[in-house]
Nanobody, 119 residues
């Protein structure tokens, strides 16, 4: 079985920074795209940033210049560095991965980590 475990969320003041991590575990052969989504109360889940296996990166416009996605393929881990945080960044952040493993290929989600930006 494949599992994604996130860490790094918390409470931060506006203008502050956080770094989220998401590690995939299991009998993994390779991981294609990895991404971070977020869902604020009363809103739909939205894609924040995505990074492919070849390093192509996309961001939602609202985080460009503030957030940085990266991955460590040796550790099957994706990171999201969030700087200059704003109250509107408050949400539950979920990692996502397209994984090829012993059981086949599938799309997997982490359990979510809360990020709260407030004074």
């Amino acid at each position: 079985q494949v599992q994604l475990v996130e860490s790094g969320g918390g409470l931060v003041q506006p203008g502050g920074s956080l770094r989220l991590s998401c590690a995939a575990s299991g009998s993994i052969f390779n991981i294609y795209a990895m991404a971070w989504y977020r869902q604020a109360p009363g809103k739909q889940r939205e894609l924040v940033a995505q990074i492919t296996s070849t390093g192509t990166i996309n961001y939602v416009d609202s985080v460009k210049g503030r957030f940085t996605i990266s991955r460590d393929n040796a550790k099957n881990t994706v990171y999201l560095r969030m700087n200059s945080l704003k109250p509107e960044d408050t949400a539950v952040y979920y990692c996502y991965a397209d994984i090829n493993w012993r059981g086949g290929r599938g799309f997997y989600w982490g359990q979510g980590t809360q990020v709260t930006v407030s004074a």
